[in-house]
T-cell receptor, first 110, second 115 residues
Framework: GDSVTQMEGPVTLSEEAFLTINCTYT??????LFWYVQYPGEGLQLLLK?????DKGSNKGFEATYRKETTSFHLEKGSVQVSDSAVYFC?????????FGTGTSLTVIP | ETGVTQTPRHLVMGMTNKKSLKCEQH?????MYWYKQSAKKPLELMFV???????ENNSVPSRFSPECPNSSHLFLHLHTLQPEDSALYLC??????????????FGPGTRLLVL
């Protein structure tokens, strides 16, 4: 069935380090792909999305490219900040249902 | 108010209590959702309402009872809960019928503790 798999956490990085959080998906058809972020004590916030193959979503210095050939949507940021500490969720929408990954916790230390 | 709001933000209740969670969306959407988020578990979809009609109920125990009086408001009525029901309850909304372009927007959640 349709699903999303993202890398296990937690991830701990020093400030200004490069971030990659891997996400792969299984889906029939042509889903849309999303990254959501959840800061402590809050709900999920949409970070970025891509609706078709080769699209790049970007926001707040984060980027992810919809790769159909590798069924991936990896999240990247060139230089993380302490304020990026949060849990990141990859998700897909098949048009009938949303599927969320299990979340990857990121801690950025000064 | 903008986006999706939820009240209360925190709730402590005994197993014999009855309480309700409220969600309101200010985005003009026509679909609303309840999710349960427990520690170290994937996000669990509980209920879906499209155009005020319940379209999905993912085998949720009857001690959880949803209500959607209109497309902007969603309630989750709680009664005789168990300690394992303690979790963060998230409400979301979206504009249905957009197919794969549909995006869900979440509220801040209600942190529920059942004693």
């Amino acid at each position: 069935g349709d699903s999303v798999t993202q890398m296990e956490g937690p991830v701990t990085l020093s400030e200004e380090a490069f971030l990659t959080i891997n996400c792969t998906y299984t889906a029939t058809g042509y889903p849309s792909l999303f990254w959501y972020v959840q800061y402590p004590g809050e709900g999920l916030q949409l970070l970025l999305k891509a609706t078709k193959a080769d699209d790049k979503g970007s926001n707040k210095g984060f980027e992810a490219t919809y790769r159909k050939e590798t069924t991936s949507f990896h999240l990247e940021k060139g230089s993380v900040q302490v304020s990026d500490s949060a849990v990141y969720f990859c998700a897909l929408n098949t048009g009938n249902q949303f599927y969320f990954g299990t979340g990857t916790s990121l801690t950025v230390i000064p | 108010e903008t986006g999706v709001t939820q009240t209360p933000r925190h709730l402590v209740m005994g197993m014999t209590n009855k309480k309700s969670l409220k969600c309101e969306q200010h985005l003009g959407h026509n679909a609303m959702y309840w999710y349960k988020q427990s520690a170290k578990k994937p996000l669990e979809l509980m209920f879906v309402y499209n155009f005020k009609e319940q379209t999905e109920n993912n085998s949720v125990p009857s001690r959880f009872s949803p209500e959607c009086p209109n497309s902007s408001h969603l309630f989750l009525h709680l009664h005789t809960l168990q300690p394992e029901d303690s979790a963060l309850y998230l409400c979301a909304s979206s504009q249905a019928e957009q197919g794969v372009g549909e995006t869900q927007y979440f509220g801040p959640g209600t942190r529920l503790l059942v004693l």
